[in-house]
């Protein structure tokens, strides 16, 4: 019985990018531009793209396989595009590979929220309006500060 090496079982070899998983990441997040209509409504969220990979290293045949619209699909398709992957080496076969990944879009910075206040520095003091008996409502006055 001969015993076949690790390297033997891999009879195609799937084009890689160069540096790896990490540098394509890296090179996502370099590379994306936020849409404008994305960042007016606020959306975030993942789109989903399969593309082929020649065996030159050329990118064909784009799919957006889930999408969240105002412009992030597009961006997807044209961030994908820019990629480069190194030819993949078949014993001089061509070989296309079918490739997925996610694009991440998430808005740059959180909307601050939003408080408005005022402050009484002099509070009058009247005597409440007087109410009929058996009347059901009650109101209360807070005062912060110095009582003089």
Do not use: W
């Not at 990441?25 to 531009?33: V, W």
């Not at 601050?112 to 005022?118: E, G």
């Amino acid at each position: 019985m001969t015993h076949k090496s690790k390297k033997d079982k891999n009879f195609i070899v799937m084009p890689q990018y160069p540096g790896g998983n990490a540098a394509l990441r890296k090179f996502m997040d370099e590379n994306i531009r936020y849409p404008d209509e994305a960042l007016e409504k606020h959306i975030e969220g993942t789109v989903h793209v399969s593309y082929t990979v020649s065996n030159e290293g050329k990118i064909e045949d784009i799919i957006i396989t889930k999408g969240i619209g105002y412009g992030c699909d597009e961006e997807a398709i044209r961030l994908i595009l820019l990629l480069k992957y190194e030819p993949a080496n078949n014993r001089g076969m061509k070989v296309r590979s079918s490739m997925r990944t996610r694009i991440n879009f998430k808005l740059p910075f959180a909307p601050a929220p939003v408080v408005q206040y005022s402050v009484v520095t002099k509070v009058d003091k009247k005597k409440p309006a007087e109410k009929p008996a058996g009347s059901n409502s009650y109101s209360y006055t807070i005062t912060f500060g110095n009582n003089s």
